[in-house]
């Protein structure tokens, strides 16, 4: 097995991967398929599940034998921590028992790293297509930036939508915040006619979400009552149809 990424914004692109994966899932496993890596966790409360799927074409290099290959996110952190600008990243494996990540770059040293492969026991999920109440596309940083501001004040993030804005929440013993988005701040919206939605969320998980918010200048968000919540970050470019992505599923918060 060998995957070679060289064009910049994807090296950068699966930097911020590896680098916000612990803040989910403590070990995953990342399937190798003869046309696709792909990569599902669970968070220990299963609360939140990550999704990522990245194609052949996407790699500048892609030799693979089938199989999967059990890591320790923490690992692959501190892995990439050591990475510099303007290095490439070569990750192999011999014998699937260990994985190797090499960085090298001009004017810069050549780091090769490695470590054990791990057995991790794990069912990968059936995700169905599902229709949502509302779609709505924003900039990743300004959702970055509105939910930073929001957990100041509680551990709860209420989301309100109906056909004309969107409202975010938070209120505690401390003070509230509340953010309207209306649909001039919104690079994309469409709800359900007559609809409108009501739900909240644990916001230490969408905080997880906008750690990777160098993925994509923007993020899709999809929600409807009773189910999770969809939020997603596409790795070809600003189309939410694309075959490679990083999407992650959290539940609704069930208030007392």
Not at 18 to 27: A, S
Not at 48 to 53: G, H, M, P, T, Y
Not at 137 to 159: G, P, V, W, Y
Request: proline fraction near 2%; charge should be negative.
């Amino acid at each position: 097995m060998k995957l070679v990424i060289t064009e910049k914004n994807k090296v950068h692109q699966l930097v911020a991967i590896f680098r916000h994966l612990n803040g989910i899932v403590t070990d995953v496993n990342i399937n190798l398929k003869s046309d696709s890596l792909y990569i599902q966790g669970m968070d220990a409360s299963h609360a939140c599940l990550i999704e990522i799927n990245i194609e052949k074409e996407w790699f500048d290099g892609f030799e693979i034998e089938e199989g999967v290959m059990g890591v320790n996110c923490g690992m692959l952190f501190k892995i990439i921590d050591c990475w510099k600008d303007g290095q490439t990243i070569t990750i192999y494996s011999k014998n699937y028992d260990k994985l190797s990540v090499d960085f090298e770059g001009e004017n810069t040293l050549t780091k090769r790293f490695e470590i054990p492969l791990m057995d991790i026991d794990s069912d990968v999920m059936e995700i169905p297509e599902t229709e949502y109440q509302v779609d709505l596309c924003l900039k990743s940083t300004d959702l970055k930036e509105i939910i930073s501001e929001l957990s100041i004040f509680n551990n709860t993030l209420q989301l309100n939508c109906d056909e004309e804005k969107v409202i975010l929440k938070a209120h505690g013993d401390s003070g509230s915040a509340t953010v309207e988005i209306k649909q001039d701040d919104i690079d994309e919206y469409a709800v359900e006619e007559d609809s409108s939605l009501s739900i909240s969320y644990g916001i230490k998980y969408i905080n997880a979400v906008c750690a990777f918010h160098k993925l994509n200048k923007y993020i899709y968000i999809h929600s409807s009552e009773n189910i999770p919540i969809k939020l997603q970050y596409s790795l070809d470019g600003e189309d939410d149809n694309g075959r490679n992505f990083v999407r992650f599923f959290i539940a609704p918060k069930i208030e007392d």
